[in-house]
């Protein structure tokens, strides 16, 4: 633990913000304060992340599938590559409330992607007149941008991978209805309870993100269990390798 520690501290994980934004869920985790923020407790964030770890090996052993969520800018591009390195979902740059509430009807949206997409790999839109193929360009724009992420998605996620769930309420809110284990890189804001594998640490830095999607990556990759049989479609592929 020692060594991760060493890691979490150089990548910044230990920065929280002042204490005026301090959630009371929080505070279990905090050391002190310093320059006017508040400082994390790393020997607890290393704990609790390797916590989550423990729980993602298990995971990746029956081929689970994550969800990762979390647009914010800086933590958009780390998100995608580690999301698109498992071949797993991801839901970006914003929460659409319903995706797993109204799995249904976010079905029928990715469908109808998947079916200009295919009329226009295949020259068909050509049947169309010009007007009907620029509603048609937007429509598939728009849908690319809120489900983009999600087009291999054949069932309800096994776990949530969220950075900043106080700014992706709804998200968590949804999976704790359908009790969908939700993992969350959390800083001084937010109410660790939401958290079934809360890892408290700073949620705004670029090289801690990139550490804990890193870890959550190599151990998903590393513990991935037997090829599903051709009844078990839907399972992730392979992921790729670093």
Known sequence: MANLIERLFAAGAHFGYAPRYRHPGAAQFLFGQKGGVEIFDLEQTAARLEEALAFIKGLAQRRGTILFVGGQPQARAELVRTAERLNMPYSMPRWIGGTLTNWGEIKKRLARLA???TQREKGELAKFTKRERLLMDR??????????GLRSVQKLPDALFVID???????VEEARKLGIPVIALMNSDCDSSVATYPIPGNDASREAIALVLGEV????SENLGAAPL???AGAPVEPQKA
């Open 115 to 117: 079916d200009i997409t």
């Open 139 to 148: 429509e598939a724009a728009d849908l690319e941008l809120m489900f983009g």
């Open 230 to 232: 051709p009844a078990q």
């Open 165 to 171: 769930p106080r700014h992706y309420d709804k998200a």
């Open 217 to 220: 990556a190599t151990t998903y």
